[in-house]
C-alpha cells in the first residue's frame, strides 16, 4: 500500500517514503540514545557505535570498506565535495569533464567554476543522442593532461538511463584523472561493487532509498588524496567536520540493508510493473513517446511525452485523482523551457513540453497501476482538445 491510501505516488525520483522498518530503527536515536558521539563517557559509546554499524551497512550495499563512506547531508553536498576536492587537490589542472544531462547538483556547480571571477575551468560538457546515451568516443577524446575530474551521473534522474561509469572510471584512471560519479538515482536500485571498480568517489542520499530527507555519503576511495568541504572538529575522520546526524545515519544504515533485500524485487516485481505502465500508456494514447533508452534503464523509471499538451496541466489534472508523478519540463518552476535533459537528447519541442516521468518503488501495487493506465488516455485527450496544435 502507499503511505497513504487515497494518494498513488509514482515520484519515486524525487524523494521516497520512509520505509516504516526505517522509522523503528531511528526512533531510539531521537528519544532514549540522544548522547553525543564524540562524547567519552558510555552513554555517548553508544551512540558512536551505533554510527559504525550503519557504515558497515552502507559500505555492504556498495561493496565497499567501511573506512572509505563519509557521512554528508545530502547527494549535493556529497557532489560539491567530490568535485571541489579534486581541483584543491590538483590547482594546476583546469579542465573538469561532465556531461549535458547532469543534476543541476552537479551542473550548477560546474557552470560556476566556468564562470568564476579569476583562475576559470574549462568545462567539457559530453552530449547525449536521443536515447540518452554518451558518445564514448568523445569522451575518450576529452581526456586530457589538464583534466582534473570527471564527474558523471551513474543513471539520469529524470530518463533513468544508466551511463557506463565502469568503464569511463577505467579510461580516467589509466590517464590518472580522479573520477566521481553521482549515483544518487542508482544505489539501491542496480547492484554496486566498488571494490572492483576504479571509481574514486561516489555520492549517495539517503530520502532516494527510504530513508530521511537530510543524510547522504560520500564514498571516498581509499588512497585518494581528499580535502575536505566541512571543516571543522574531527568527525567523520576528519574528513567533515560537524556532529554527526546519528538518527538519520542509522536510519540510512537500515535503509541500505533493506534496499540488499529488496533488490531482486526492485528489478523485477517493479520493473514489471513499469513495463506495463509504459506499455499500456504508448499504446493507448496516441502521439506518445518514451524518452531515453527503451532497456539500459532503471528497473523503476519510465519517462514519457504527450505531444501537443503541457506537463505541468497533465499534472494537475492527475492531482485530482490522487496520482503523483513528476513533468519533465520546467514550466513547474516558472519556465516555460523544457528540461535541459530533454533539450540535450534533441526530444522534438511539442513533446518536450509534455514530459511525464513516472517512477514506482517497491510499494506500488498492480491496482495503483492498473488505475493510472486507466485515467491516463481521458487525461491527455482531454486536454489536448484545449490545445491550438492538436490536430487528432
Not at 547531508?73 to 547532469?102: F, M, N, W
Request: net charge negative; glycine share 8%; aromatic share 6%.
Amino acid at each position: 500500500m502507499a503511505a497513504n491510501p487515497k494518494v498513488i505516488y509514482m515520484d519515486n525520483n524525487a524523494t521516497t517514503r520512509v520505509a516504516p522498518e526505517v522509522v523503528e530503527a531511528m526512533m531510539p536515536y531521537l528519544t532514549e540514545a540522544y548522547g553525543n558521539p564524540s562524547s567519552m563517557h558510555t552513554f555517548g559509546g553508544v551512540v558512536g557505535q551505533a554510527i559504525k554499524e550503519a557504515r558497515g551497512k552502507v559500505a555492504a550495499l556498495l561493496g565497499a570498506d567501511p573506512g572509505e563512506i563519509v557521512f554528508t547531508s545530502c547527494g549535493t553536498e556529497s557532489d560539491s565535495t567530490a568535485i571541489l576536492s579534486a581541483i584543491r587537490t590538483y590547482p594546476e589542472k583546469r579542465h573538469i569533464i561532465t556531461t549535458r544531462v547532469e543534476h543541476p547538483a552537479v551542473k550548477n556547480l560546474c557552470e560556476t567554476l566556468e564562470t568564476a571571477t579569476g583562475h576559470k575551468y574549462r568545462v567539457t560538457k559530453l552530449k547525449v543522442d536521443a536515447e540518452g546515451m554518451l558518445d564514448m568516443q568523445e569522451y575518450e577524446a576529452a581526456l586530457t593532461e589538464d583534466t582534473a575530474i570527471v564527474s558523471v551521473m551513474w543513471a539520469n534522474n529524470e530518463t533513468g538511463v544508466i551511463f557506463p561509469v565502469e568503464e569511463m572510471a577505467r579510461m580516467a584512471r589509466q590517464r590518472g584523472i580522479l573520477f566521481h560519479t553521482d549515483a544518487v538515482q542508482a544505489v539501491g536500485k542496480i547492484p554496486i561493487d566498488l571494490k572492483n571498480l576504479d571509481i574514486d568517489f561516489l555520492s549517495c542520499s539517503g530520502h532516494k532509498l527510504h530513508a530521511p530527507k537530510g543524510v547522504g555519503i560520500l564514498y571516498v576511495k581509499r588512497g585518494t588524496l581528499f580535502v575536505p568541504f566541512m571543516v571543522g572538529g574531527h568527525q567523520e575522520h576528519g574528513r567533515r567536520g560537524g556532529t554527526e546526524n546519528v538518527a538519520s545515519i542509522v536510519a540510512l544504515g537500515r535503509a541500505c540493508e533493506l534496499a540488499m533485500e529488496k533488490m531482486d524485487e526492485e528489478n523485477s516485481r517493479v520493473k514489471k510493473l513499469r513495463d506495463r505502465l509504459e506499455e499500456a500508456l504508448l499504446t493507448s494514447i496516441p502521439k506518445s513517446m518514451l524518452n531515453g533508452h527503451k532497456t539500459l534503464r532503471l528497473p523503476n523509471t519510465a519517462n514519457i511525452s504527450f505531444e501537443y499538451v503541457e506537463g505541468e496541466a497533465i499534472l494537475l489534472h492527475m492531482n485530482q485523482h490522487g496520482i503523483c508523478a513528476s513533468s519533465g519540463s520546467a514550466c513547474t518552476s516558472g519556465s516555460l523551457e523544457p528540461s535541459h535533459v530533454l533539450r540535450a537528447m534533441g526530444v522534438p519541442f511539442t513533446a518536450a513540453h509534455g514530459s511525464i516521468r513516472f517512477s514506482l518503488s517497491i510499494y506500488n501495487t498492480e491496482e495503483e497501476v492498473d488505475l493510472v493506465i486507466a485515467k491516463m488516455p481521458t487525461i491527455i485527450a482531454n486536454l489536448r482538445k484545449l490545445s491550438p496544435f492538436w490536430k487528432g
